[in-house]
């Protein structure tokens, strides 16, 4: 059933915690993986939308409205969320609604890049906040390898 309105509101996570701690790895070795496994991805949908490869699936989804759709979608495998979106109150709620999903979905989340980092490895000159996977096609060993460690730490 769907709560009533008075159990919809989020508490707002406090700005000196470390934000979501359980889900930060912080290992270079999981920052590196996620690095190559989005730049490989992304490389490779580039690749299909050059050959206008229609039936090609596309790899990674970014932006929250994105990420939510492709979660309820059941498209997104695994979630990759900036680790310093706490600065704004914002943005807080529409991003805790992505992380209820993933829990609902059992999608793994995983929180090793900072914006800017998280736009780099996508090849965006922008800021990113998160972006999820919906097909692993072509970068299988760091996706399972990442799985692995969200596990470790669920």
């Given at each position: ?16 915690e470390?934000?979501r701690a ?5 290992n ?21 939308a050059?050959?206008?490869?229609s039936k ?18 059941h498209k ?20 805790q609604d992505?992380?209820?999903l993933?829990r609902?979905?059992e999608?793994?989340?995983l929180?090793?890049?900072?914006k800017?980092?998280?736009g780099?490895?996508?090849g965006k000159t ?21 799985k692995k460690?969200?596990a470790?730490?669920g």
């Open positions: 059933g769907t709560p009533s309105a008075a159990c919809k509101r989020v508490p707002k996570i406090p700005n000196q470390q934000p359980y889900a930060r790895i912080n270079e070795e999981t920052s590196q993986l996620l690095i190559d496994m989005l730049g490989e991805l992304m490389r490779l949908q580039q690749r299909a050059a050959e206008k490869n090609a699936r596309r790899r990674l989804v970014m932006g929250l409205r994105e990420v939510a759709r492709g979660i309820r979608a997104v495998k695994m979630v990759i969320m900036a680790n310093n979106l706490d600065q704004y109150g914002a943005i807080d709620e529409k991003l992505i992380l209820n993933a609902e979905e999608v793994p989340v929180f090793e890049l900072n800017r980092k998280l780099k490895a996508i922008i800021k990113i906040s998160v972006v999820g996977i919906q097909s692993a096609d072509g970068a299988f060993e760091q996706f399972k390898k990442l460690v969200v470790a730490f």
